[in-house]
């Protein structure tokens, strides 16, 4: 199961267990703890204080009373001081021992603040890496769904290197207003090889939906179809399927859907993080994506930051999530 990025108030959310970033006294305080108290009522405090605390980095459960949850996770995060003193290690821990405590609870889906991201003084940039790298190892060998919460995107920082390079990317590249009808990759050879479904949808972000007709005419040669050509792809680099849509932050029902039905019509953002999974460069990657109708445009800001990846070789699906978040574009993969 994928992780999903997003912006929200972490009491608002539903789902099997909601964490919190409490105190060793697990005591109510303020930042996500207090708003976690506040929403589920007196009682969890009352049951959180026969607990006896909690360590840095251990977690311990308890009911989610009003919340829209099952269980409350609290964990301890590191103090921040200075990067010196095993704060990442502890950090990591505590996104482990909550999700290992999840899935001892039977949860199937787990949502996570920042943890130290706040009070605790964790620089939010790292804080967000190893939120998703811990949560993406757990779920190599695990099925669950982990909503990662970044109440504050303006919180994140984005002064690091990657990010003067997409910006200066971006600049160079991005096209405000489109000024042409034809997106970038468009060429006349490749679309005579490999004519596009409905170009004429290319430039809108579908949904995933069953394609209306799965049967082909007898009398048509019919060209290799999307899911065919991912099947192929993946054999071609000698992945097992279920190593490509986790690299691809796929849900493996839609990926199970894909696989089963040739006419499968996939929306734009699932086509690219299959490519990002397969690392294909720029060429392979415009024609995976016009089996499925569509192109990559420079008038599309998501579009043009999943380039600058691509061409840097960089095929983090999480990195890549992190920008498109950043930059308030719809994400890859199995999204919310
Ligand atoms: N929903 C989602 N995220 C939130 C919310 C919310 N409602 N409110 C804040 N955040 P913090 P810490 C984000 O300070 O650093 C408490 O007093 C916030 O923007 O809540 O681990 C405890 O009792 C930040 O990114 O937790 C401890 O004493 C992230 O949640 C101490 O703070 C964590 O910020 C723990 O500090």
């Given at each position: 199961m994928p992780i999903q990025i997003i912006r929200q108030d972490i009491t608002k959310i539903k789902c099997d267990a909601i964490v919190n970033a409490a105190n060793k006294y697990l005591i109510a305080g303020g930042g996500v703890d207090g708003a976690i108290h506040r929403a589920a009522g007196p009682r969890l405090q009352a049951e959180c204080l026969k607990l006896g605390g909690c360590n840095v980095g251990e977690a311990k459960a308890t009911g989610g009373y009003k919340l829209n949850c099952k269980y409350v996770i609290h964990t301890v995060g590191p103090k921040w001081k200075g990067g010196n003193n095993n704060e990442a290690e502890k950090l990591e821990s505590c996104y482990k021992s909550s999700l290992e405590l999840a899935k001892?609870?039977?949860?199937?889906?787990?949502?996570f603040p920042l943890i130290s991201a706040g009070v605790y003084g964790y620089p939010v940039g790292e804080a967000f890496e190893?939120?998703?790298?811990?949560?993406a190892d757990f779920l190599k060998e695990n099925d669950m769904t982990v909503y990662i919460v970044v109440f504050n995107r303006s919180a994140l920082e984005f002064s690091s290197k990657l990010y003067s390079d997409i910006r200066e990317y971006i600049d160079d590249n991005y096209v405000e207003e489109q000024l042409e009808l034809y997106p970038r990759s468009l060429n006349i050879e490749r679309s005579i090889s490999a004519p596009a479904k409905g170009f004429a949808g290319s430039m809108a972000v579908m949904d995933e939906m069953p394609c209306e007709s799965a049967s082909v005419p007898e009398f048509k040669i019919r060209d290799e179809s999307f899911s065919e050509m991912l099947l192929r792809k993946i054999d071609e680099k000698g992945m097992?399927?279920?190593?490509?849509?986790?690299?691809?932050?796929?849900?493996?029902?839609?990926?199970?859907?894909?696989?089963?039905n040739p006419e499968y019509k996939p929306s734009k953002q699932t086509v690219?993080?299959?490519?990002?999974?397969?690392?294909?460069?720029?060429?392979?990657?415009?024609?995976?994506?016009?089996?499925?109708?569509?192109?990559?445009?420079?008038?599309?800001?998501?579009?043009?930051?999943?380039?600058?990846?691509?061409?840097?070789?960089?095929?983090?699906?999480?990195?890549?999530?992190?920008?498109?978040?950043?930059?308030?574009?719809?994400?890859?993969?199995?999204?919310?």
């Open positions: 001892e609870k039977g949860c199937e889906s787990i949502a190893i939120a998703q790298r811990t949560c097992k399927d279920s190593e490509c849509y986790k690299r691809a932050n796929i849900d493996r029902k839609l990926f199970s859907k894909i696989r089963s690219l993080a299959f490519c990002i999974a397969l690392e294909l460069d720029l060429d392979e990657t415009d024609e995976m994506l016009l089996k499925a109708g569509f192109a990559l445009s420079n008038s599309i800001l998501g579009d043009v930051i999943v380039e600058y990846f691509i061409k840097s070789k960089n095929y983090d699906i999480f990195k890549i999530n992190e920008a498109l978040f950043a930059y308030d574009q719809k994400l890859l993969g199995s999204v919310a």
